[in-house]
């Protein structure tokens, strides 16, 4: 709601300042080449434009930056992830797979050792 209020007054200064210099002209020099009796409102509006394509590269550049940022930060979370897969499974294959030690706790094998020494 705040944005079309802001909206709708600026659209009421920009039609007040038209409304109002609409008879004022201007000497217009753009990089060497001079245009007289340039329209002072055709001057506002065309700065006003511009400000608005560089505004919009900027956003644009930092929405990019933003995106790739994430990118990365998924991506090194990933690879932790399958770092830890990865680790898992080694763990599991170091205790071979029909082995009588794989599945009892310490304190089995700890009884076991005490009790019957090989």
Do not use: W
């Not at 082995?99 to 019957?116: Q, V, W």
């Amino acid at each position: 709601m705040g944005r079309i209020i802001v909206t709708v007054v600026l659209v009421v200064v920009f039609a007040v300042f038209v409304a109002l210099n609409a008879g004022f002209t201007t000497s217009v020099n753009l990089f060497g080449s001079r245009f007289d009796d340039v329209q002072v409102v055709s001057v506002a509006a065309l700065s006003f434009a511009a400000g608005v394509v560089c505004s919009l590269f900027i956003y644009l550049g930092r929405s990019l930056h933003r995106r790739e940022k994430r990118r990365l930060t998924d991506r090194d979370r990933d690879r932790a992830k399958h770092e830890k897969t990865l680790a898992r499974r080694q763990e599991a294959a170091d205790v071979p797979e029909g082995s009588a030690e794989r599945g009892r706790t310490f304190l089995e094998r700890l009884r076991d050792f005490f009790i019957y020494r090989p």
